[in-house]
């Protein structure tokens, strides 16, 4: 009997032409079973809730280091996307997708820029800083920190990096709203207003998703996103796509390696490695989680490859000029919609290389539609939290501190960072020094260097 034309088993190389480049493709699956369609659908919601970062990444580059806001900052963003995702789908085989990292951006644009004296040498500093991850990846020890952190953190790291993206989602949506700069004179967050039309189509899109995945509708995700575009298009908050867009790529190719070797930027490399290095891991710890990609000890399968792609994708970032490369958790909404494998990053990968010529597409979808998306995919990793067992004290307070700092800090490795500190000295002073271990500790050393000195 001929084999279904849209499924397979993974690793084995089908009967049809079409099926042995996908059994090609992803031939270090062990044994995952997929179809086209649930990579491709998982594709376009992932492309959909990371599409904002082609206006923004351009807004905060050019905001700060003097860039002119043209396409060619949107084009450069959406290039070094495609040709990352490209690489994370056909080299790492995993299904997740990659962009310029908000917070990294910041990072780069209102402080690294500054210190480095040009955006040309704080993109060289971008340039080393990738390249000095890859040789720790190489010499197997970002692998060995993944390994070194404990189930119950990782449980904590994949539900609190949730809560941050529905955070991220609540504030897009105008439902959360910054409040007062210190607590003696009101709330540091307060509740938006409803009237406000952005606010009003994000919660109509939010109850449309809800609804939708509630009933088990497959596409929830895509269908919300889509839904909520059309109310805001009708509400006016921002115009369909008028036409195609000729890219340029002014900024690429012009990092300044030499400008950045100076040994009074030393501080601010370590800065955005141990920002980067982290970052990294917890969102391959939350993917894996979501998704059900990890062996028996958690580990994501073929991790080091991931890590790998990652570190030469922050490179890559910095020649084109549009700050580190990183992994997106933005990729639970394709995992969330049934991806798998890297013929998802693939496929985003395509789709932001489209983007480069349809740069208007973009803007057209507004931060109000894939809020919705963001905070129910928080909510969808939320549930790993459900592992974690409570009565285990020690291992339980330090997970419910990094289930809170990372939202509350608003940075994934700060929440680490508190997570892992936390842990140690608990395990420290009740008597349990065996359950560190060596790497751990110094992990723990690292974050406390970077906690007390990074501004």
């Excluded at 396409?71 to 490209?86: D, M, N, Q």
């Excluded at 504030?171 to 207003?193: E, K, M, R, W, Y």
């Excluded at 909520?228 to 012009?254: E, R």
């Excluded at 394709?334 to 489209?354: D, K, N, S």
């Amino acid at each position: 009997m001929a084999a279904s034309p849209t499924r397979w088993r993974l690793g084995v190389v089908s009967m049809s032409p079409m099926q042995s480049v996908f059994g090609y493709l992803m031939r270090d699956a062990l044994g995952r079973t997929t179809t086209v369609g649930a990579e491709l659908r998982g594709a376009v919601a992932t492309f959909l809730t990371m599409a904002y970062i082609l206006p923004v990444n351009a807004g905060i580059l050019s905001a700060a280091v003097g860039v002119e806001a043209t396409p060619s900052l949107v084009a450069c963003t959406a290039l070094a996307a495609g040709v990352c995702c490209l690489l994370m789908g056909l080299v790492a085989n995993a299904p997740i997708a990659l962009a310029s990292g908000m917070g990294l951006n910041a990072l780069i644009a209102f402080n690294v820029a500054e210190q480095a004296g040009s955006w040309q040498a704080a993109m060289g500093l971008v340039v080393i800083e990738g390249l000095l991850i890859l040789a720790l990846v190489l010499l197997g020890l970002r692998e060995a920190v993944l390994d070194a952190i404990p189930r119950s953190l990782r449980l904590a790291i994949g539900a609190g990096i949730g809560l941050f993206i529905a955070l991220i989602g609540l504030s897009n949506a105008g439902i959360v709203v910054q409040g007062a700069p210190a607590p003696p004179a009101g709330p540091l967050l307060a509740a938006g207003d409803l009237r406000e039309p952005t606010t009003a189509v994000s919660l109509a899109g939010l109850a449309i998703t809800a609804a939708l995945l509630a009933c088990r509708v497959k596409g929830t995700l895509i269908l919300g996103i889509a839904a909520t575009t059309l109310l805001a298009w009708a509400a006016g908050l921002v115009t369909p796509p008028s036409g195609w867009g000729w890219p340029s790529f002014d900024v690429a190719f012009q990092a300044d390696l030499a400008g950045a070797l100076r040994w009074e930027l030393v501080p601010v490399l370590f800065a955005l490695m141990v920002v980067d290095f982290f970052d990294t891991l917890g969102t391959a710890t939350a993917i894996a989680e979501e998704g059900g990609l990890h062996d028996e000890e958690g580990r994501l399968h073929g991790v080091r490859r991931v890590l790998a792609v990652d570190s030469i994708s922050a490179s890559i970032g910095g020649l084109l000029g549009v700050s580190s490369v990183t992994s997106y958790i933005e990729s639970a909404a394709g995992v969330a919609e049934g991806a798998r494998t890297g013929l998802h990053t693939v496929f985003v990968g395509l789709l932001f290389l489209l983007a480069i010529f349809v740069s208007p597409l973009a803007a057209a979808i507004p931060a109000a539609a894939t809020a919705p998306a963001l905070i129910l995919v928080g909510f969808l990793m939320l549930r790993q939290i459900a592992e974690l067992d409570f009565e285990r004290l020690d291992e339980a307070i330090p997970a419910f501190i990094t289930l809170l700092t990372i939202p509350m800090t608003f940075s994934i490795a700060h929440g680490i960072g508190y997570g892992v500190l936390s842990y140690v000295a608990i395990k420290l002073l009740t008597g349990r020094c065996r359950e560190v271990g060596a790497v751990l500790s110094a992990v723990a050393a690292v974050f406390a260097i970077y906690l007390a000195y990074e501004r």
